[in-house]
């Protein structure tokens, strides 16, 4: 088994923040019932975390910007690692994610051991 990286982007910030509060609420028994089902399938490997849509980046000069990324509309709205067989099966885990049907990205990643 390998471990990916599942990270839920949404845009947090903008007037019209895609997925929107109501969508967002009626979204949360459903994304909490797919977390269980990762959980209970013992492909869970670290707890969901949600994140500020705040943030400061670090460029190579040492300057700080607010952040994470100004330019962009999208803010990471959870992240968490699972345990799967290839890419192949993350990525099916990760389309369960209900939050996509309401504009949301899903990212998948595969963690490289340590050398």
Known sequence: MQEFLI???R???????MPSPEQMK????PYQDWIASIAA???LVAPVKR?????RVVTGAGAVH???YAEKKQSIG????IKAKDYEEAVEIAKGC???????????RMAIPAA
Do not use: C, M, R
């Open 98 to 108: 209900p939050i996509i049907q309401y504009g949301a990205v899903v990212e998948v």
């Open 66 to 68: 607010e952040g994470p």
């Open 78 to 81: 959870g992240l968490f690692l």
């Open 51 to 55: 994140w500020d849509v705040d943030g």
């Open 41 to 43: 399938a013992d492909k």
């Open 7 to 9: 990270a839920i982007h």
């Open 26 to 29: 009626a979204a949360l028994k």
């Open 11 to 17: 845009d947090l910030t903008s007037k019209n923040p």
